[in-house]
Nanobody
Framework: HVQLVESGGGSVTAGGSLRISCAVSTSTDEAFCFAWFRQGPRSKREGVAAIDGEGSTTYSNSVKGRFIISQDDAENMLYLRMNSLKPEDTAMYYC????????????????????WGQGTQVTVS
């Protein structure tokens, strides 16, 4: 069983930056697909970034060029660096993981991920 715990959310002004973190209870050096999802107050949960076991990353069009997903295998951590934040980035952000997915990308179906964190709130004003 894999546990994921997000942290680092908060309030930031538009144009600012924030890095959120996800502590992973097992070695991130395994071939997991890790992803960040978000859910705004009136929207469905959507994938915004993913990283596969080889370190390849993908991003949704809404965050491409502004957000960076990364992992630290020494610390078993997953990160999402968010730059040039906009009010529309306001959402609860969740990290997700699984070893067995159809494909590993920001658009991997939610149902493919068996492990989820509890979420961390990011508010941009």
């Amino acid at each position: 069983h894999v546990q994921l715990v997000e942290s680092g959310g908060g309030s930031v002004t538009a144009g600012g930056s924030l890095r959120i973190s996800c502590a992973v209870s097992t070695s991130t050096d395994e071939a997991f697909c890790f992803a960040w999802f978000r859910q705004g107050p009136r929207s469905k949960r959507e994938g915004v970034a993913a990283i596969d076991g080889e370190g390849s990353t993908t991003y949704s069009n809404s965050v491409k060029g502004r957000f960076i997903i990364s992992q630290d295998d020494a610390e078993n951590m997953l990160y999402l660096r968010m730059n040039s934040l906009k009010p529309e980035d306001t959402a609860m952000y969740y990290c997700a993981a699984d070893l067995f997915v159809q494909f590993c990308g920001y658009d991997t179906p939610r149902a493919d991920f068996g492990y989820w964190g509890q979420g961390t709130q990011v508010t941009v004003s």
